[in-house]
């Protein structure tokens, strides 16, 4: 016979439950419930204390099944379920399952964490945007991490940090805005040229500089003019100091000559 109650006591562990029957005043003894498969696979039964549900007893009321829930004017629908709309609430609203079958719209909401472990591949494909958002994001990959795209952005309010043992960067062109600072050797197959003005430091090259074109230089400041290969050294445009120049070891300034009496003459004038 059809029998309604309240579920008094759970077994979870057996599958059963003891049923009060509020119009006989007596409580079932423990039911086994009806689940939507219980070998391969298996369903745990998500009733609770209290939970209204059908039964289907025997005559003296000792033997049956508990057949499902039911709702009751104490335990209504949620109240945001509609005609077109399949909703499953979990510990309240803990865990909250929205279908809406017109739309084909799907929504879950979690209190708690997710997780999902797949010992095969997993793929998201959508036709609009897709977005990834969380307090920390890592993205982990055995192998391989691609990101492909026609155009790639990488934004950071404060610092982007690139740590692996070679980093290449291959483009027709590359443009760095801001201060470049290398601590490492820089190797290049040539520079196309420098512009824009500096931060005032000095440039340091230990092993010599060969420049083909042209030089502009505000100031040239050396411990020695020594040439080790022995070149001449050609000023079109002539040479002015206001110091002394030696050759040979004879002062342009203070040198003399023997006048035709044997006598030295005075310094140039
Ligand atoms: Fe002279």
């Given at each position: 016979m059809l029998k309604f109650g309240y579920i008094s006591e759970l077994d979870v562990s057996n599958g059963l439950v003891r049923v009060f029957f509020e119009d006989d005043g007596i409580t079932s003894n423990p039911l086994p419930v009806s689940v939507?498969?219980?070998?391969t696979d298996k369903y745990s039964f998500p009733f609770v204390i209290n939970e209204h549900v059908w039964c289907l007893m025997d005559e003296n009321c000792e033997f049956g099944v508990v057949g499902g829930a039911i709702y009751s004017v104490k335990d209504k629908p949620?109240?945001?379920?509609?005609?077109q709309l399949i909703n499953v609430d979990i510990g309240a609203t803990k865990l909250q399952l929205k279908i809406d079958r017109q739309a084909g719209n799907l929504e879950l909401k979690l209190e708690g964490d997710a997780t999902i472990k797949a010992q095969g591949n997993i793929e998201i494909t959508a036709i609009g945007n897709t977005k990834v958002k969380g307090e920390n994001v890592l993205v982990e990959a055995v192998t391989e991490a691609k990101v492909k795209a026609p155009t790639v952005k990488v934004e950071a309010a404060t610092i982007t940090e690139v740590t692996t043992t070679l980093l290449k960067i291959t483009a027709p062109t590359t443009t760095m805005s801001g201060i470049l600072n290398v601590t490492g050797v820089v190797a290049a197959g040539g520079f196309a040229g420098f512009s824009g003005v500096g931060a005032g430091g000095v440039m340091t090259v230990q092993n010599g500089m060969k420049v083909t074109g042209t030089a502009e230089i505000d100031d040239v400041k050396a411990g020695d003019y020594t040439s080790k290969t022995g070149g001449v050294m050609t000023a079109s445009q002539g040479l002015s100091t206001p110091q002394d120049v030696k050759a040979g070891g004879k002062s342009l300034t203070l040198h003399t000559h023997t006048d035709s009496q044997g006598g030295a003459t005075t310094p140039p004038i």
């Amino acid at each position: 016979m059809l029998k309604f109650g309240y579920i008094s006591e759970l077994d979870v562990s057996n599958g059963l439950v003891r049923v009060f029957f509020e119009d006989d005043g007596i409580t079932s003894n423990p039911l086994p419930v009806s689940v939507q498969a219980s070998k391969t696979d298996k369903y745990s039964f998500p009733f609770v204390i209290n939970e209204h549900v059908w039964c289907l007893m025997d005559e003296n009321c000792e033997f049956g099944v508990v057949g499902g829930a039911i709702y009751s004017v104490k335990d209504k629908p949620s109240s945001h379920v509609g005609e077109q709309l399949i909703n499953v609430d979990i510990g309240a609203t803990k865990l909250q399952l929205k279908i809406d079958r017109q739309a084909g719209n799907l929504e879950l909401k979690l209190e708690g964490d997710a997780t999902i472990k797949a010992q095969g591949n997993i793929e998201i494909t959508a036709i609009g945007n897709t977005k990834v958002k969380g307090e920390n994001v890592l993205v982990e990959a055995v192998t391989e991490a691609k990101v492909k795209a026609p155009t790639v952005k990488v934004e950071a309010a404060t610092i982007t940090e690139v740590t692996t043992t070679l980093l290449k960067i291959t483009a027709p062109t590359t443009t760095m805005s801001g201060i470049l600072n290398v601590t490492g050797v820089v190797a290049a197959g040539g520079f196309a040229g420098f512009s824009g003005v500096g931060a005032g430091g000095v440039m340091t090259v230990q092993n010599g500089m060969k420049v083909t074109g042209t030089a502009e230089i505000d100031d040239v400041k050396a411990g020695d003019y020594t040439s080790k290969t022995g070149g001449v050294m050609t000023a079109s445009q002539g040479l002015s100091t206001p110091q002394d120049v030696k050759a040979g070891g004879k002062s342009l300034t203070l040198h003399t000559h023997t006048d035709s009496q044997g006598g030295a003459t005075t310094p140039p004038i």
